[in-house]
């Protein structure tokens, strides 16, 4: 089981920068990789950014250049730095770990946390 705890979401203004943070309580080591997912309302969730074991990164275009997701192994924490924030971003983000199990391939999901960017 890998239970991840989300932080760093809140209000901010267009333009603005935001830090999410992203708890896991497993060793990331043992997490093939770690992604921030997000769902605005009405909206299917969508993939934001992904970073492997092997440090290997992902962005969906719309993030690109603005986002950037790095992880610290030595406190288990992923983190998205979000920067240039638009309305459009207003979102819950929801952190993702994909795990090679003995029964599988196994996602676990945080619990979320809200970013609301003002125009």
């Known amino acids: 089981q890998v239970q991840l705890v989300e932080s760093g979401g809140g209000l901010v203004q267009g333009g603005g920068s935001l830090r999410l943070s992203c708890a896991a309580s497993a060793s990331i080591f043992s997490i093939n990789a770690m992604g921030w997912y997000r769902q605005a309302p009405g909206k299917q969730r969508e993939l934001v950014a992904s970073i492997t074991i092997g440090g290997t990164t992902n962005y969906a275009d719309s993030v690109k250049g603005r986002f950037t997701i790095t992880r610290d192994n030595a406190k288990n924490t992923v983190y998205l730095k979000m920067n240039s924030l638009k309305p459009e971003d207003t979102a819950v983000y929801y952190c993702?770990?994909?795990?090679?199990?003995?029964?599988?391939?196994?996602?676990?999901w945080g619990q979320g946390t809200q970013v609301t960017v003002s125009s």
């Open positions: 993702n770990a994909h795990r090679a199990e003995a029964s599988g391939w196994r996602d676990y």
